[in-house]
């Protein structure tokens, strides 16, 4: 069995790097660039966030199926990070482009460039995942790949988080001195793109696949779909992965609306050299994301100590226990405010190579089953479920800041201020809560993956 090199696991690492930077920007920027610079409402917004995420749930298992068919000379998972890299950064910069159209048309554009954008997302991002499944069967190297990649996640989410605002707020000054705050947004995503573009070539570049499909095995869709109907740890990790990702996206997605609303004073402090002020949204979402990096490099290991299945089950409860606490404090409770999003972003850090890691358990536990590997199908529900869950997280934010009253950029009502408090506790922690309670009757331990690789090695080296 061959282990991976530092430079291949740097490599896969690029890639998330690339994705979660857009993605960040998604969860955290993208509700309030459509309702405070966009100029749509909210309510609106939430209802585009679910009828689009129906439609894009349809394209990770399609593109799962696609990947899992392609057969190229750099393999079935790589060539579309070469493929898909431009068009990833240019549909990205036109999501957050504002043109000069009636509201009604300012809507259909929102609905066409949001589509587009996932669906390109998803054509990226299926076989990224999927080639963590590909590149070993060592279990405690893809735990290994996986918190690499995870790290460089929240490395490209702490540049965006650190350095959106300021930079949205320096290209938002035009020649004459006024603010043109559209332009701003537009110009920041250029940025992005450039650097998502590189960073996928790299990920392209340091890979390899090394696991193929029995040689036996024929395209069957009827089967693959068949097997994956009847896996069901696949179900239990669906499950789990989209509470987790409820959770994780109202957090993320409410905290500008916290700051911004909830606070009186937003500017944490002023950068001397180049006058732009750092607010305290941005700190604590920087924050967050370093405290991700540091449940990342936990999860190894306390999985291995513990396991995955505990280690997941209890980084969730404990984040239901600090979400529910984090109601409770004031504007002047900031010491509290920044512990506890340390120690509940540590929580949420800790799963999210553990999901990566055991959706790749589960191709190998359906290989093991059935004799047939779908790679691409089963981690296509990765993104499946990450869409699934920020976008009913999406949903749930907009719906209620309109149930709550909520009007952009207006002084808002208690009722309005209580809305969005609760969007940052009790409504993450009950998603913390579910992907826990999923989490528990996942049966696939480590014991029993150590046996089915075992399995799998002999099965293999007989086909050779």
Known sequence: MEKLKLKEKLGYGYGDFASSMFWKMFSVYLLYFYTDVFGISAAVVGTMFLITRIFDGANDPIMGIIADRTNTKWGKFRPYLLWMAIPFGIIGVLTFTTPELSTNSKIVYAYVTYCLMMIIYTAVNVPYASLLGVMTSNLKDRTSLASYRFIFAFAG?????????????????????????????????????????VFFYGTFYFTKERITPPKQQKTSLKEDLKNLASNKPW??????????????????????????????????????????????????????????????????????????????????ILATVFSCIFFWFREDHLTLIFTFQFLISICAGIIFPLLWSMYADIADFSEWKTGRRATGLIFSSSSMSQKMGWTLGGAVTGWMLAFYGFEANMVQTEEAKTGIRMMLSFLPAAGALISAIFILFYKLDDAFMQKINTDLLHRRSQEQ
């Open 157 to 197: 989410s702490i540049l965006v988080l650190a350095t959106a605002e300021p930079l949205v707020s320096y290209f938002s000054q035009t020649a004459n001195g006024e603010t043109d705050a559209t332009r701003g947004w537009q110009y920041t995503m250029i940025i992005y793109a450039i650097i998502a573009a």
């Open 235 to 316: 179900f239990i990790l669906l499950g789990a992965g989209v509470a987790t990702l409820i959770f994780n996206s109202l957090r993320d997605g409410s905290a500008i609306y916290y700051f911004k609303y909830y606070f009186v004073d937003q500017e944490a402090f002023l950068l001397p050299v180049v006058g732009i002020s750092i607010t305290f949204s941005t700190l604590y979402l920087v924050l967050g994301q370093a405290a991700n990096i540091v449940g990342v490099i936990l999860a190894k290991p306390i999985s291995d100590r513990l396991g995955k299945k505990k280690t997941f089950l209890f980084a969730m």
